[in-house]
């Protein structure tokens, strides 16, 4: 059986996250996982509603699923189930499904290791975006790193420039999961 490893880039909005998972997958030659919630919120015009939350979950599961059946030594996905429940929680409180909160944590189980992406870097406005401002960014790097303090799960903050962070990055894998880059 196929030992895939998950590492999961983390964070707030606006951290640089998707493009960091994509230049690890780059890297080490391996698939990345997009947010489903961005194509859900396209093919909706914007609109989400508390009773789409499972339906959400469902597309970032299957984006997740997906991505690890390609892998050959490391998944990487570009958010994960547990960021599901951390925005749920924010914009929709009280209606994150039980079944979603119970999934991310048994996802989070088997995911090797988190990259916690810092909000020092210059915010990029987007349609998609929430808190734009300074108390709201600071509130959203404070609750994701609460969410991996508390479960006591595995993580590495990234933060500094883009080629620092890519670095650290690239270390923290190698490190915590034993891949290597592919040869070149």
Same mark, same amino acid.
């Given at each position: 059986?196929?030992?895939?490893?998950?590492?999961?880039?983390?964070?707030?909005?606006?951290?640089?996250?998707?493009?960091?998972?994509?230049?690890?997958?780059?890297?080490?030659?391996?698939?990345?996982?997009?947010?489903?919630?961005? @194509?859900?919120?396209?093919?909706?015009?914007?609109?989400?509603?508390?009773?789409?939350?499972?339906?959400?979950?469902?597309?970032?599961?299957?984006? +997740?699923?997906?991505?690890?059946?390609?892998?050959?030594?490391?998944?990487?996905?570009?958010?994960?189930?547990?960021?599901?429940?951390?925005?749920?929680?924010?914009?929709?409180?009280?209606?994150?499904? @039980?079944?979603?909160?119970? +999934?991310?944590?048994? %996802?989070?189980?088997?995911?090797?290791?988190?990259?916690?992406?810092?909000?020092?870097?210059?915010? #990029?406005?987007?349609?998609?975006?929430?808190?734009?401002?300074?108390?709201?960014?600071?509130?959203?790097?404070?609750?994701?790193? @609460?969410?991996?303090?508390?479960?006591?799960?595995?993580?590495?903050?990234?933060?500094?420039?883009?080629?620092?962070?890519?670095? %650290?990055?690239?270390? #923290?894998?190698?490190?915590?999961?034993?891949?290597?880059?592919?040869?070149?």
């Amino acid at each position: 059986m196929r030992d895939v490893k998950r590492v999961v880039v983390f964070g707030t909005e606006s951290t640089g996250k998707t493009m960091l998972a994509q230049k690890l997958a780059a890297h080490f030659g391996e698939p990345w996982s997009p947010e489903f919630v961005r @194509e859900f919120w396209d093919l909706r015009g914007g609109k989400i509603l508390a009773e789409d939350l499972g339906t959400v979950a469902l597309g970032q599961m299957a984006n +997740e699923d997906h991505t690890a059946a390609r892998a050959g030594r490391v998944a990487i996905l570009d958010t994960d189930l547990l960021t599901c429940t951390i925005w749920d929680d924010v914009l929709f409180p009280g209606s994150c499904p @039980e079944w979603v909160r119970a +999934e991310a944590a048994q %996802r989070a189980q088997v995911t090797s290791l988190w990259l916690l992406c810092d909000t020092d870097v210059p915010f #990029a406005p987007d349609p998609q975006r929430s808190f734009p401002d300074a108390a709201g960014r600071e509130r959203g790097r404070q609750l994701w790193r @609460e969410t991996l303090v508390k479960g006591g799960f595995p993580f590495v903050d990234i933060s500094g420039s883009w080629a620092g962070r890519e670095a %650290r990055a690239i270390a #923290a894998v190698e490190r915590v999961t034993g891949i290597r880059s592919t040869p070149g």
